[in-house]
């Protein structure tokens, strides 16, 4: 019997609301017998890709949010702090998940799971690439120590690892983190948890998804 498709998460490092959604999704698939497949991206070049401005852009909207991080946060029992210098640079993290996932998918979630944790729970400054070689070399040994993971987040490999990730979001529309496919119909926000779960235990019927306009 074949087993059913995973979820697919797609999410920015530097997303608060990716980071909630990263802390829930694993377990809430695994009560109905599905995988999660986890797909980190550079949110802002998907929606420079779409034609769409980025989510801190209007302050007005920025001074909102930063009040919801927080009450997120608690709503979900969440450890969350915004960290200083928000948002960070992620691609470095992101490339990193890549090429962790090229040898040990597992590794790879145990990795993102442990880098929004460190930016969210400890503003650990995760837009430092050494900072992040060190945490790949401790993942997965196999890439080498904490030099080698250095030059690997830097070379070629990693970076067209996460444009390929990069050009598959623009193509299904990933506008914002984080963004949740369930069987092709997409679930935006980490509000969006108790439509997952519906979805997946059959209360709720999941209905096919349909653009109105070209991306």
């Known amino acids: ?36 497949r986890w797909r980190p991206i550079l949110l802002f070049a998907v929606l420079r890709a779409l034609g769409l401005p980025a989510p801190l852009e209007n302050p007005v909207k920025r001074d909102y949010m930063a009040h919801d991080f927080e009450r997120s946060a608690r709503h979900l029992g969440v450890d969350f702090r915004l960290p200083p210098g928000f948002p960070a640079i992620t691609q470095h993290a992101a490339r990193g998940f890549y090429l962790l996932e090229a040898v040990d998918a597992q590794a790879a979630v145990r990795f993102a799971r442990g880098v929004m944790r460190a930016y969210f729970v400890d ?6 690439p050494a900072v992040v070689a060190r945490w790949l070399a401790a993942q997965a040994p196999v890439l080498g120590n904490a030099d080698t993971c250095l030059q690997l987040l830097q070379g070629a490999q990693a970076r067209s690892l996460l444009a390929a990730a990069v050009d598959e979001a623009v193509r299904q529309r990933v506008f914002g983190s984080p ?9 935006f926000g980490v509000d969006r948890l108790p439509q997952i779960d519906a979805v997946l235990a059959g209360a709720l019927a999941s209905r096919p998804f349909t653009a109105l306009a070209p991306p």
């Open 1 to 36: 019997m074949q087993a059913p498709a995973p979820l697919h998460f797609w999410f920015d490092f530097a997303s608060p609301y990716g980071y909630f959604m990263g802390e829930k999704i694993d377990a809430l698939a695994a009560r109905h017998g599905r995988s999660v």
């Open 123 to 128: 503003a650990t400054p995760i837009g430092d």
């Open 179 to 187: 963004f949740v496919m369930v069987d092709g119909e997409p679930f």
